[in-house]
């Protein structure tokens, strides 16, 4: 048999199977009609709307998205930049002769 490697568990695993831990134990003790989680559909379709909604801003603030001409010449920039194809004293230079 295997032994439990606990070494190598990350915080993520153990909040996962602390969540699934308590799903089972509300699942089971649904089934005797004990609801230790007073939720219902509404509240459930209210919760879901919420961290819909929550997940999609962070998701599209990380991402950063680039959406006007200026931001994607920006971006363009940024990863010539970070290739090697450009250096950045070179656009350093274009700006400054630009400002002149």
Do not use: C, H, Y
Request: charged fraction near 20%; aromatic fraction near 4%; avoid cysteine.
């Amino acid at each position: 048999m295997n032994k439990i490697n606990l070494k190598g568990v990350t915080s993520e695993s153990v909040a996962g199977v602390l969540i699934l831990f308590v799903a089972l134990i509300n699942a089971v003790l649904q089934i005797f009609d004990i609801n230790i989680l007073p939720i219902t559909n509404e509240d459930v379709t209210n919760i879901v709307s919420t961290l819909f909604l929550i997940a999609t801003a962070l998701w599209n603030t990380w991402k950063n998205r680039n959406i006007t001409s200026a931001s994607q010449v920006a971006q363009n920039i940024t990863d010539a930049i970070k290739n090697g194809e450009i250096l950045e004293e070179d656009v350093k230079r274009l700006i400054n002769k630009i400002k002149e």
